[in-house]
């Protein structure tokens, strides 16, 4: 069983920066991908990024160039590097995992398709 741990979050200033980290356990297979979410309230899951395993990494327009997502595929620990927060980045993040190769970017999106989830990590982002 994949278990994931958020931690990081944090009330910062616009331009701010973040790093969150998300400890897995429970990826024993080689090849998986993992990926940054975020919520507001009861508003539709926002994808941020995803890493796969091989290190590949896809991210959605709204984080790009200012986010960026990383693996330390020893220690199975994915980390969002988050750089000039905006007001809009105030949420929860959340890191998902799913076993297997090929198909995390893919559900970059929507999030659907990663099995696992942890709690998430509280951003918020005031002037």
């Known amino acids: 069983q994949v278990k994931l741990v958020e931690s990081g979050g944090d009330s910062v200033q616009t331009g701010g920066s973040l790093r969150l980290t998300c400890v897995a356990s429970g990826l024993t297979y080689p090849r998986y991908g993992m990926g940054w979410f975020r919520r507001v309230g009861r508003q539709e899951r926002e994808g941020l990024a995803t890493i796969e395993s091989d290190g590949s990494a896809v991210y959605a327009d709204s984080v790009k160039g200012r986010f960026t997502i990383s693996l330390d595929d020893t220690r199975k620990i994915l980390y969002l590097q988050m750089q000039n927060l905006k007001l809009e980045d105030t949420a929860m993040y959340y890191c998902?995992?799913?076993?297997?190769?090929?198909?995390?970017?893919?559900?970059?999106?929507?999030?659907?398709?990663?099995?696992?989830w942890g709690r998430g990590t509280q951003v918020s982002v005031s002037s």
């Open positions: 998902a995992a799913g076993l297997g190769a090929g198909w995390a970017h893919a559900a970059l999106q929507s999030g659907i398709g990663f099995p696992s």
